[in-house]
């Protein structure tokens, strides 16, 4: 009886650790300090990302001892040398990307832009020229 009110449950613990992603998808393998598999990949709400294998990222763990684990996000690639305070710049594989800055002026490169549905220029539809 006395051992047993000693005991206590272990308490919730918060912990980050730098991996690499051994295997790619929506749910990842990461080596830390061993592999871990079928981890879930959580990201900014409205972002969708999976990993692709030799990524470095960051691993959240918590829970009780620290079994829970996720996958939180990656180390970026280097910014922009213009990138400015609040500024938003996404990229991609293959060069793509979109920059979002201060001027209020969006940049957006890539091989192909493909873009579906109504288009307006300075909030007029825009009409192609048939020249």
Same mark, same amino acid.
């Given at each position: 009886?006395?051992?047993?009110?000693?005991?206590?449950?272990?308490?919730?613990?918060?912990?980050?650790?730098?991996?690499?992603?051994?295997?790619?998808?929506?749910?990842?393998?990461?080596?830390?300090?061993?592999?871990?598999?079928?981890?879930?990949? %959580? @990201? !900014? =709400? +409205?972002y969708?990302?999976?990993?692709?294998?030799?990524?470095? *990222?960051?691993?959240?763990? $918590?829970?009780?001892g620290?079994?829970?684990?996720?996958?939180?996000?990656?180390?970026?690639?280097?910014?922009?040398v213009?990138?400015?305070?609040?500024?938003?710049?996404? %990229? @991609? !594989? =293959? +060069?793509?990307?979109?920059?979002?800055?201060?001027?209020?002026? *969006?940049?957006i490169?890539? $091989?192909?832009?493909?873009?579906?549905?109504?288009?307006?220029v300075?909030?007029k539809?825009?009409?192609?020229?048939?020249?």
């Open positions: 009886m006395w051992l047993s009110k000693q005991m206590k449950p272990a308490g919730a613990t918060a912990d980050a650790d730098l991996g690499v992603t051994t295997i790619a998808g929506e749910r990842v393998g990461v080596i830390t300090r061993g592999e871990v598999r079928d981890l879930p990949v %959580y @990201g !900014p =709400g +409205g969708l990302w999976t990993p692709d294998s030799g990524t470095a *990222v960051l691993v959240i763990k $918590g829970g009780p620290g079994e829970e684990q996720c996958v939180a996000g990656a180390r970026p690639a280097k910014a922009p213009s990138l400015r305070p609040g500024e938003v710049y996404l %990229y @991609g !594989p =293959g +060069g793509n990307s979109i920059y979002l800055r201060q001027d209020g002026s *969006v940049e490169q890539g $091989g192909k832009v493909s873009i579906s549905g109504e288009l307006a300075n909030g539809p825009y009409q192609p020229c048939e020249c």
